[in-house]
């Protein structure tokens, strides 16, 4: 590999740390630099997962103060690690053209859930008017969904999850960040270690992405803290609609 193609990766991969922790959808940004120094797309893909891995740890990190409790936490870990399971299988067993078709109106109806967040409340019940055992099971079903994309796809992640949790969970914006950054990174391990086992990864792509995600994402994830909860959706609204179209127009294009 030559020096400038190791540093445009470098560089990839302290952009979509950063990203990742803030808004999701980093993953946009290292998946076309690997294609950009020649790997093919199911590699590129797959390496991708695995080297985005280290930045939601380090977002974790970064966000760890508006975790909520271990038992909340640990309810949601099995159904995030089914889903990766299940979306990775799909990956690595059926052609991606179909998927690559639906992935963008995925990642723009999300963004327009977490947009119109608040009349889709009225609609459906606020979560702290809704039953216990039902908002339990919409919390699962949104993770599962989540789960399911992010093993299979990736990109805009964050802004899925985001979306999701907020619809389901009576929290800031801040904490529903801090379990998105959580569920992501339980997504990347699963994801790591599938793909390590059966998916064709490239380890000289992932070795120079996967350290500068680790700064990034714990610079990121700091920079969550200190936005306010209206700047921090504005954030993530536009940049899910930027992915979104992206998406689109690389997929019909």
């Keep these: 590999m030559e020096i400038a193609d190791a540093a445009l990766l470098v560089t990839a991969g302290l952009a979509a740390g950063t990203v990742n922790a803030v808004a999701g959808g980093g993953s946009l940004i290292t998946f076309p630099a690997m294609i950009a120094v020649g790997l093919p797309p199911i590699p590129a893909n797959v390496s991708n997962s695995v080297a985005v891995f280290p930045g939601y740890v380090a977002s974790v990190a970064g966000s760890r103060q508006d975790l909520p409790s271990r038992r909340t936490l640990a309810a949601l870990a099995p159904t995030t690690v089914l889903g990766t399971v299940a979306g990775a299988a799909l990956l690595l067993a059926t052609p991606a053209r179909a998927f690559e078709l639906v992935v963008p109106f995925l990642v723009l109806g999300a963004t327009a859930v977490l947009a119109f967040q608040d009349p889709l409340r009225r609609l459906v019940g606020h979560p702290r008017d809704l039953p216990p055992r039902r908002r339990a099971v919409s919390l699962q079903a949104m993770v599962a969904l989540g789960a399911v994309y992010g093993g299979y796809f990736g990109a805009a992640l964050g802004v899925m999850l985001v979306a999701g949790l907020a619809l389901v969970l009576?929290?800031?914006?801040?904490?529903?960040?801090?379990?998105?950054?959580?569920?992501?990174?339980?997504?990347?391990?699963?994801?790591?270690?599938?793909?390590?086992?059966?998916?064709?990864?490239?380890?000289?792509?992932?070795?120079?992405?996967?350290?500068?995600?680790?700064?990034?994402?714990?610079?990121?994830?700091?920079?969550?803290?200190?936005?306010?909860?209206?700047?921090?959706k504005t954030v993530i609204v536009t940049f899910g609609t930027v992915i979104g179209l992206y998406l689109l127009w690389r997929a019909v294009g």
């Design 170 to 232: 009576d929290a800031t914006l801040a904490r529903v960040s801090a379990i998105k950054n959580l569920l992501s990174a339980v997504v990347g391990l699963t994801t790591l270690v599938v793909f390590a086992l059966f998916g064709p990864v490239n380890w000289a792509a992932v070795a120079l992405v996967a350290p500068a995600t680790l700064v990034g994402g714990y610079a990121g994830a700091r920079l969550v803290r200190r936005l306010p909860s209206l700047v921090l």
